[in-house]
């Protein structure tokens, strides 16, 4: 197939999917040649790789184009400066940018019922193709992006260029949003966060709406939709759909080190069984009681909790029919986290699109419908 019917064929999958909802997103994908964004080049994954490998995928490639038209995200920066010309073979490191799936961007870019003369941030330019949509939909004026890596900048910023759009392209911490362009109508963050930055509900005006992807080192997120108030706080939901992106760079989590001695501490029973955590909702509840708690799972040695800047810890062992934990380290780690399983477990586990998001100057807020005030 061509790339103009492969472009067309993957318009008609994300308008059947329901991702591509309305004629103007529908248009901007039909002239913005997702192919233009990958020419340095992606990574693919090493079928049944363990730990994950990945091979480079190079324009004449085999798999390049129709790659490039698949509804899948596609890894263009490794270990944050590895990119697919630079390897000749296989890398085992972590993924840094990469292409969202189409569908993923165009369903964002639909929620956030964006309007004709709107002002957008975007956080995490990447390959620009995101950027590229917005410009076609509302105009290069009124669109700014943000990104923190200074070489996947300097990419898109060529590549946006090449394609004629001249949005206002930013190198540097997306986190602190860009002032100098506020008001904004629309925040749409492509990478995740921990929390909403205060900066982000400063920088958007009242009525205005914030749509990011939350998460945690547990490795569970969701896309949470927010409108700022008069007030400056903000409110809204999360939307569901197990939505997840690579965390924000000065978000992510601090690497585990040296595990503890878990022979110390103290150990009891736990009301909750500790295989919960395998459930995405459940870890996503976890996150909320224990931010700075990283998971290993070890197999049949249990699972273990690390707080690594603290020094706590939880071990959880299965014992006879249920399970034990064992903690040590300055607090007790479990503890607040059983708690919160043990009241959402009450409140009848509900689904991540049933919780709210409250942000006031006092503090950041995600509780589920039984909860809401
Ligand atoms: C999933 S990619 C973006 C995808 C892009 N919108 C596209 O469609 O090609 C996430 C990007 O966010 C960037 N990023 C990570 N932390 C950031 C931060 N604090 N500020 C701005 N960009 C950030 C990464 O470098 C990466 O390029």
Redesign the pocket.
């Known amino acids: 197939m061509n790339e103009q019917d492969l472009r067309r064929q993957l318009l008609d999958q994300l308008t059947v999917g329901g991702s591509v909802r309305s004629p103007q997103w529908r248009q901007a994908v039909a002239v913005t040649g997702r192919h233009e964004?990958l020419r340095g080049g992606f990574f693919r994954q090493v079928h049944d790789s363990a730990p994950t490998a990945w091979e480079p995928v190079m324009p004449g490639d085999k798999g390049w184009l129709s790659g490039c038209y698949t509804d899948a995200?596609l890894v263009t920066?490794i270990a944050g400066t590895i990119v697919p010309g630079d390897i000749h073979g296989r890398i085992l490191r972590q993924p840094?940018?990469?292409?969202?799936l189409p569908s993923l961007?165009v369903r964002m870019l639909e929620d956030l019922e964006i309007e004709d003369g709107m002002r957008v941030l975007?956080?995490?330019?990447?390959?620009?193709?995101?950027?590229a949509l917005l410009c076609h939909r509302i105009g290069d004026g009124l669109v700014t992006s943000?990104?923190?890596?200074s070489v996947?900048a300097a990419g898109?910023a060529t590549t946006l260029a090449t394609l004629g759009h001249a949005p206002d392209l930013i190198t540097?911490?997306?986190?602190a949003g860009h002032k100098d362009g506020a008001p904004y109508d629309r925040v749409i963050a492509?990478?995740g966060v921990l929390t909403v930055p205060e900066q982000w509900i400063a920088q958007t005006r009242p009525g205005g709406q914030i749509l990011a992807t939350v998460g945690g080192w547990m490795h569970a997120s969701e896309l949470a939709r927010l409108t700022v108030h008069d007030d400056g706080s903000a409110t809204g939901r999360l939307l569901g759909g197990q939505v997840s992106?690579?965390?924000?760079?000065?978000?992510q989590p601090p690497p585990p080190g040296m595990l503890p001695d878990t022979d110390g501490g103290t150990e009891r029973d736990t009301m909750v069984d500790a295989s919960i955590l395998d459930d995405w909702t459940a870890r996503f509840v976890a996150q909320t009681a224990a931010p700075a708690a990283q998971r290993l799972n070890l197999g049949n040695r249990g699972q273990l909790l690390l707080d690594t800047d603290a020094g706590s810890w939880a071990l959880l062992q299965p014992y006879q029919r249920g399970w034990r934990v064992r903690q040590g380290g300055p607090c007790s780690l479990w503890d607040p986290i059983e708690d919160r399983l043990r009241e959402w477990l009450h409140d009848g586990s509900p689904r991540l699109d049933q919780f709210r998001i409250l942000i006031t100057p006092d503090g950041y807020h995600v509780y589920s419908w039984p909860h809401a005030r």
């Open positions: 964004f995200s920066q840094t940018s990469s292409s969202t961007v975007e956080i995490g330019t990447g390959t620009g193709y995101s950027t943000v990104e923190v890596d996947v898109a540097g911490d997306g986190l492509t990478c992106f690579m965390l924000a760079r000065p978000h």
